[in-house]
């Protein structure tokens, strides 16, 4: 095995070794049900009769239009 073989593998082997190691600082950021927990931003709206997007964003977690509703969905 050359030096250049042997150094790809074990470059590789480091890899794979850190991905596979656990973290204990991981946050799950989906709760597998809803988005409890998440932030929304919206930014400036649309203009239609200037044709161009305003300059005053609507804000963090401020939603007048319901863009990020989320269904509620039933079982059969």
Same mark, same amino acid.
């Given at each position: ?20 190691? &656990? ?7 989906? !709760? ?6 998440? @932030? %929304? ?10 044709? &161009? ?7 963090? !977690? ?6 990020? @509703? %989320? ?6």
């Amino acid at each position: 095995m050359t030096l250049k073989n042997l150094s790809k593998v074990v470059f590789f082997f480091f890899l794979f070794w850190s991905c596979s190691s &656990k973290n204990s600082n991981w946050q799950q950021l989906f !709760n597998g049900k809803n988005l409890t927990g998440w @932030d %929304t931003y919206l930014g400036p709206e649309y203009d239609t009769t200037l044709n &161009k997007p305003g300059t005053i964003p609507i804000g963090l !977690n401020i939603d007048p239009s319901n863009v990020f @509703d %989320t269904p509620k969905f039933t079982a059969i």
